[in-house]
Nanobody
Protein backbone atom coordinates (compact mmCIF):
# COMPACT_ATOMS: atom_id res chain seq x y z
CA UNK A 1 0.00 0.00 0.00
CA UNK A 2 1.10 3.54 -0.82
CA UNK A 3 -0.44 6.59 0.80
CA UNK A 4 -0.31 9.97 -0.93
CA UNK A 5 -1.05 13.33 0.66
CA UNK A 6 -1.14 16.49 -1.46
CA UNK A 7 -0.81 20.08 -0.31
CA UNK A 8 -0.04 23.48 -1.74
CA UNK A 9 -3.27 24.31 -3.52
CA UNK A 10 -5.01 27.63 -3.10
CA UNK A 11 -6.30 30.76 -4.78
CA UNK A 12 -3.98 32.62 -7.13
CA UNK A 13 -4.38 35.31 -9.76
CA UNK A 14 -3.88 34.56 -13.42
CA UNK A 15 -0.20 34.73 -14.28
CA UNK A 16 0.81 33.62 -10.82
CA UNK A 17 2.53 30.47 -9.59
CA UNK A 18 1.90 27.67 -7.15
CA UNK A 19 3.88 24.60 -6.12
CA UNK A 20 2.00 21.45 -5.23
CA UNK A 21 3.57 18.87 -2.96
CA UNK A 22 2.72 15.20 -2.55
CA UNK A 23 4.23 13.17 0.26
CA UNK A 24 4.29 9.42 -0.28
CA UNK A 25 4.48 6.73 2.37
CA UNK A 26 4.22 2.97 2.43
CA UNK A 27 5.94 -0.05 1.01
CA UNK A 28 8.33 0.80 -1.87
CA UNK A 29 6.67 4.20 -2.21
CA UNK A 30 9.78 5.73 -3.77
CA UNK A 31 10.30 3.06 -6.42
CA UNK A 32 7.32 3.81 -8.64
CA UNK A 33 6.55 6.24 -11.41
CA UNK A 34 4.25 9.03 -10.27
CA UNK A 35 1.96 11.55 -11.85
CA UNK A 36 -0.43 14.44 -11.48
CA UNK A 37 -3.97 14.55 -12.83
CA UNK A 38 -6.62 17.22 -12.45
CA UNK A 39 -10.38 17.40 -12.60
CA UNK A 40 -12.47 20.50 -13.10
CA UNK A 41 -16.19 20.59 -12.21
CA UNK A 42 -18.25 18.82 -14.85
CA UNK A 43 -15.18 17.50 -16.66
CA UNK A 44 -13.35 14.20 -16.73
CA UNK A 45 -10.09 13.69 -14.90
CA UNK A 46 -7.20 14.64 -17.18
CA UNK A 47 -3.50 13.97 -17.25
CA UNK A 48 -1.18 16.81 -16.27
CA UNK A 49 2.34 15.42 -15.80
CA UNK A 50 4.28 12.30 -14.89
CA UNK A 51 7.78 11.35 -13.85
CA UNK A 52 9.51 8.00 -14.15
CA UNK A 53 10.63 6.01 -11.13
CA UNK A 54 14.24 7.15 -11.72
CA UNK A 55 13.28 10.77 -12.18
CA UNK A 56 15.09 10.88 -15.52
CA UNK A 57 11.96 11.03 -17.64
CA UNK A 58 9.15 13.57 -17.45
CA UNK A 59 5.96 13.82 -19.48
CA UNK A 60 3.43 16.61 -19.82
CA UNK A 61 0.04 17.33 -21.26
CA UNK A 62 0.27 19.75 -24.17
CA UNK A 63 -1.82 22.28 -22.25
CA UNK A 64 0.83 22.66 -19.52
CA UNK A 65 4.10 22.19 -21.42
CA UNK A 66 6.49 25.03 -20.79
CA UNK A 67 4.53 26.21 -17.75
CA UNK A 68 4.50 23.24 -15.35
CA UNK A 69 7.41 21.16 -14.08
CA UNK A 70 7.21 17.84 -12.24
CA UNK A 71 10.04 16.65 -10.01
CA UNK A 72 10.67 14.20 -7.20
CA UNK A 73 12.91 14.07 -4.16
CA UNK A 74 12.99 10.46 -3.01
CA UNK A 75 15.07 11.33 0.05
CA UNK A 76 12.00 13.23 1.24
CA UNK A 77 9.50 10.85 -0.41
CA UNK A 78 8.02 13.90 -2.08
CA UNK A 79 6.65 14.67 -5.51
CA UNK A 80 6.34 18.27 -6.71
CA UNK A 81 4.42 20.12 -9.37
CA UNK A 82 5.67 23.64 -10.02
CA UNK A 83 2.98 25.58 -11.86
CA UNK A 84 3.83 28.91 -13.48
CA UNK A 85 1.91 31.39 -15.58
CA UNK A 86 -1.38 29.96 -14.38
CA UNK A 87 -4.59 30.64 -16.27
CA UNK A 88 -8.25 30.26 -15.33
CA UNK A 89 -8.25 27.06 -17.40
CA UNK A 90 -5.95 25.51 -14.79
CA UNK A 91 -8.64 25.74 -12.11
CA UNK A 92 -9.29 22.19 -10.88
CA UNK A 93 -8.72 19.69 -8.12
CA UNK A 94 -5.22 18.26 -8.56
CA UNK A 95 -4.48 14.65 -7.67
CA UNK A 96 -1.16 12.96 -7.02
CA UNK A 97 -0.97 9.39 -8.16
CA UNK A 98 1.46 6.47 -8.10
CA UNK A 99 1.98 3.44 -10.25
CA UNK A 100 3.29 0.15 -8.99
CA UNK A 101 4.67 -2.42 -11.42
CA UNK A 102 3.25 -1.04 -14.66
CA UNK A 103 6.14 0.07 -16.88
CA UNK A 104 4.40 1.26 -20.03
CA UNK A 105 4.79 4.72 -21.51
CA UNK A 106 1.05 5.37 -21.35
CA UNK A 107 1.47 7.88 -18.54
CA UNK A 108 -1.66 9.74 -19.53
CA UNK A 109 -3.90 6.74 -18.82
CA UNK A 110 -5.33 6.99 -15.29
CA UNK A 111 -6.09 3.26 -15.23
CA UNK A 112 -2.34 2.53 -15.11
CA UNK A 113 -2.03 4.14 -11.67
CA UNK A 114 -2.76 2.20 -8.51
CA UNK A 115 -2.86 4.81 -5.76
CA UNK A 116 -4.38 8.27 -5.55
CA UNK A 117 -4.26 11.13 -3.09
CA UNK A 118 -7.29 13.01 -1.85
CA UNK A 119 -6.66 16.02 -4.07
CA UNK A 120 -5.87 19.67 -3.51
CA UNK A 121 -7.89 22.52 -5.01
CA UNK A 122 -6.28 25.10 -7.28
CA UNK A 123 -8.36 28.14 -8.19
CA UNK A 124 -7.06 30.74 -10.61
CA UNK A 125 -8.89 34.06 -10.71
CA UNK A 126 -8.89 36.40 -13.72
Amino acid sequence: QVQLVESGGGLVQAGGSLRLTCVASGHNANTYAKGWFRQAPGKEREFVAAITWSGRGTYYADSVKGRFAVSRDDALSTLYLQMNNLTTEDTAAYYCTSRTYHRGSDYDDPSTYAYWGQGTQVTVSS
